[in-house]
């Protein structure tokens, strides 16, 4: 079985800054892509970034410039680095990897980190 575990949501002023991490274990034998997505109260899931497999990075529009996604892929992690925070981006954060298991190619998510940002 595989599980990804997200870590370092927390309770955070606007401007300020949280590191997100998710950490995948369990049986598989590659790594793909990876992301992060959001989902606030009463929303739908929105994706906030992706890298590839080779580091290529893309985001959504509100967080370019403030958000760095990273992965490492001898820890099997990705992160997200959140600076100057502001209340819209309170949410739970998810991290999506994709996995590659013997079963084949599948897409597996953790079961989230809330962010609050709130004075």
């Known amino acids: 079985q595989v599980q990804l575990v997200e870590s370092g949501g927390d309770l955070v002023q606007p401007g300020g800054s949280l590191r997100l991490s998710c950490v995948a274990s369990?049986?598989?034998?590659?790594?793909?892509?990876m992301g992060w997505y959001r989902q606030a109260p009463e929303s739908q899931r929105e994706l906030v970034a992706t890298?590839?497999?080779?580091?290529?990075?893309n985001y959504r529009d509100s967080v370019k410039g403030r958000f760095t996604i990273s992965r490492d892929n001898t820890k099997n992690a990705v992160y997200l680095q959140m600076d100057s925070l502001r209340s819209e981006d309170t949410a739970v954060y998810y991290c999506n990897m994709r996995l590659v298991t013997l079963g084949g190619s599948g897409d597996y998510w953790g079961k989230g980190t809330l962010v609050t940002v709130s004075s």
């Open positions: 890298i590839s497999t080779g580091g290529l990075t």
């Open positions: 369990g049986s598989f034998v590659g790594l793909k892509d």
